[in-house]
């Protein structure tokens, strides 16, 4: 049998170049650069997922502040691990202080030699027992064993990853979690891969940037078609990687010139998490660590009225909650409530800029230059000394 060789992968490759149809501009060269960006970025994350072994799992960083696709959350650190559902795994580490560490069991995933399948449960280190180090240890199984005396949870046997999230409203304040996962139900045994399945793999990644930008170019594909532009629908995103029990509101934003949008929100009562952020057309999140393209529930200023409002304008509007779009006039915007008692709904208000004020609470702060570099300056700096890789 011939194998595949660097030709037919870039043939492969090659064939991504029909999702350009899908653009919302396909005469605007920037949109059509940032999708080839996007294929770039899918090769580089691929990687990362495209030879795992669920016998030697490990949570790999397929996105982060570099692979920014998929409307990756500024405010989390992402891993993933692939994992045989028939297996038995020890998950072991220190919870740090992050504001929550989850873990998501999912029958599927968006890793490249995964297809996507719904969540089977989440587990919050929280509910484990937590040493005095802030330590823990989980055994994930089918069944308990009998001599076991720790924190045990069942594994279903559709599992296929588990997603690490950690949430951190202070970037870089306090530690982030270390985890580690193995494989308890065999002995390790690592072994050098046939060429047959080492070609089976380069086959799956030279086509995951058609599978793996389709999806996000398909989601602002069909907003658009329900022309979800400057207004959101609610979503819980169950099986294409949303977590269990958030509310999502998601839209599309667009800026006219002149013009700024207002975005207004009641809070919930109760609520674990929340915040919004913005994205392209391509769904890559606008760069989080030198603009503040995102707030978060620890970021954000709430008003008098225990109302949330933000500023999306093309240039800096003075105001404490400005989301920049970083130079794109029109986009995807998204907000999380986690562990909310209800959610409520967003709206988006286009507003003449020079009268901005005028739909803003009169005590609303004025953000000068100078205290926004240093907000920026703060900002950036906690993004960095998160751990992204």
């Known amino acids: 049998m011939t194998l595949p060789g660097w030709r037919?992968?870039?043939?492969?490759?090659?064939?991504?170049e029909e999702l350009l149809d899908l653009l919302q501009r396909p005469d605007d060269p920037a949109l059509e650069q940032?999708?080839?960006?996007?294929?770039?970025?899918?090769?580089?994350?691929?990687?990362?997922?495209?030879?795992?072994?669920?016998?030697?799992?490990?949570?790999?960083?397929?996105?982060?502040?570099?692979?920014?696709?998929s409307m990756?959350?500024?405010?989390?650190?992402y891993g993933t691990a692939s994992v045989d559902g028939e297996g038995a795994y020890r998950i072991t580490g220190e919870r740090g202080d992050a504001l929550f560490v989850m873990f998501d069991i999912v029958a599927?995933?968006?890793?490249?030699?995964?297809?996507?399948?719904?969540?089977?449960?989440?587990?919050?280190?929280?509910?484990?027992?937590?040493?005095?180090?802030?330590?823990?240890?989980?055994?994930?199984?089918?069944?308990?064993?009998?001599?076991?005396a720790g924190d045990w949870r069942p594994l279903d046997p559709r599992a296929r990853t588990i997603t690490l999230r950690q949430a951190a409203y202070d970037w870089g304040a306090g530690r982030d979690a270390r985890v580690a996962i193995e494989r308890v139900d065999r002995p390790l045994a690592p072994r050098r891969r046939t060429a047959e399945e080492i070609a089976e793999r380069l086959a799956a990644l030279s086509a995951y940037p058609r599978r793996y930008a389709g999806l996000w170019l398909g989601v602002v594909r069909d907003w658009a078609e329900k022309d979800l532009w400057n207004r959101f629908e609610h979503d819980d995103w169950a099986g294409r990687g949303g977590v269990t029990g958030q509310h999502y509101y998601q839209g599309l934003f667009r800026l006219e010139a002149g013009h700024a949008l207002v975005l207004e929100t009641a809070l919930p009562p109760r609520v674990r998490y929340w915040n919004v952020q913005l994205g392209d057309l391509v769904w890559n999140t606008i760069d989080w660590m030198n603009r503040q393209s995102s707030l978060n529930g620890g970021q954000a200023r709430?008003?008098?009225?225990?109302?949330?409002?933000?500023?999306?304008?093309?240039d800096d509007?003075?105001?404490?909650?400005?989301?920049?779009?970083?130079?794109?006039?029109?986009?995807?915007?998204?907000?999380?409530?986690?562990?909310?008692?209800?959610?409520?709904?967003?709206?988006l208000t286009p507003v003449p800029l020079d009268r901005l004020r005028d739909h803003l609470p009169?005590?609303?702060?004025?953000?000068?230059?100078?205290?926004?570099?240093?907000?920026?300056?703060?900002?950036?700096t906690g993004a960095q000394l998160r751990r992204r890789w």
């Open 8 to 16: 037919d992968h870039l043939a492969t490759l090659a064939g991504a």
């Open 34 to 69: 940032e999708v080839l960006r996007l294929f770039f970025l899918a090769l580089s994350g691929g990687f990362l997922t495209a030879f795992a072994d669920p016998d030697l799992p490990d949570f790999v960083p397929a996105v982060n502040i570099l692979l920014n696709g």
């Open 72 to 77: 990756t959350n500024p405010d989390f650190v």
């Open 108 to 148: 599927g995933g968006l890793g490249v030699m995964d297809r996507l399948g719904p969540s089977l449960g989440t587990i919050d280190v929280d509910t484990l027992a937590i040493d005095a180090d802030g330590g823990f240890e989980l055994l994930l199984s089918a069944q308990k064993p009998a001599d076991h």
């Open 302 to 314: 709430i008003d008098a009225d225990g109302r949330f409002r933000a500023v999306i304008a093309a």
């Open 317 to 347: 509007p003075g105001v404490p909650n400005w989301l920049d779009p970083g130079g794109h006039d029109a986009g995807a915007i998204m907000l999380r409530w986690t562990e909310a008692s209800d959610g409520p709904a967003p709206t």
């Open 362 to 380: 009169g005590d609303t702060p004025v953000v000068t230059p100078a205290e926004r570099d240093m907000r920026l300056r703060t900002r950036r």
